[in-house]
């Protein structure tokens, strides 16, 4: 069980580049979340899904794009990337069974994208 | 998006002292969740809590879930240099889809 995975673990892109963040999860976790984490900075939710075939925009999705085409899966698409983007990006999974109960979150290491 | 207000922002304490944080919201929440954070790594989930007033203990942290739903409170007993790191708390009402996240307690003990 290796809970939540994400690659690369690093990663530098020049401006106007695009790039695919992984994330992986294997707990059978209805929601995956990324987040961005800014230096000295609390968690900025991105996008997020609540199953296979479902996503929503959280508080800063402009410049990232996402698909959850299975369960285990919630790659965060970057298109034309620019320095803001510069962060430590962070996928996450947890579970409901009923609407207002949700239980753990578990987190990645952590993607590490420089854009210069 | 609404943000959590945790306090204290840092810490300083000798080793083997008691540590005490807290956290709180303007709403109510149904889940309270405490992590640890190192450098360069991801959150990791320390403490889960899911009613009113439920105390729950993990080796020598004890964190619990305020009575008005609208607080939670971490402790952590003879602290040890690995403690070091920042703490964060995180909740979920029964609305909405996301967790809010609190600003962060960076703790550093003094061997």
């Known amino acids: 069980n290796a809970g939540v995975t994400q690659t690369p673990k690093f990663r530098i892109l020049k401006i106007g580049q695009s790039m695919t963040l992984q994330c992986t999860q294997d707990?059978?976790?209805?929601?995956m979340y990324w987040y961005r984490q800014d230096p000295g900075m609390g968690l900025k939710l991105i996008y997020y899904s609540v199953g296979a075939g479902i996503t929503d925009k959280g508080e800063v999705p402009n410049g990232y794009n996402v698909s959850r085409s299975t369960t285990e899966d919630f790659p965060l698409r970057l298109e034309l990337a620019a320095p803001s983007q510069t962060s430590v990006y962070f996928c996450a999974s947890s579970y409901s069974i009923r609407t207002g109960t949700f239980y753990e979150q578990y987190f990645g290491p952590g993607t590490r994208l420089t854009v210069t | 998006g609404q943000q959590l207000n945790q306090s204290p922002q840092s810490m300083f304490i000798q080793e083997g002292e008691d540590v005490s944080m807290n956290c709180t919201s303007s709403?109510?929440?149904?889940?309270w969740l405490w992590y640890k954070q190192d450098p360069g790594e991801g959150p990791v989930l320390l403490i889960a809590?899911?009613?009113?007033?439920e105390l729950t203990s993990n080796g020598r942290l004890t964190a619990q879930f305020g009575i008005t739903r609208k607080d939670s409170f971490l402790n952590i007993s003879a602290s040890i240099p690995s403690d070091v790191g920042i703490y964060f708390c995180?909740?979920?009402?029964?609305?909405?889809?996301?967790?809010?996240f609190g600003t962060g307690t960076s703790l550093t003990v003094i061997p």
């Open positions: 709403s109510i929440f149904n889940t």
């Open positions: 995180a909740g979920h009402s029964n609305t909405g889809n996301q967790f809010y």
């Open positions: 809590l899911y009613k009113a007033g």
């Open positions: 707990m059978n976790h209805n929601y």
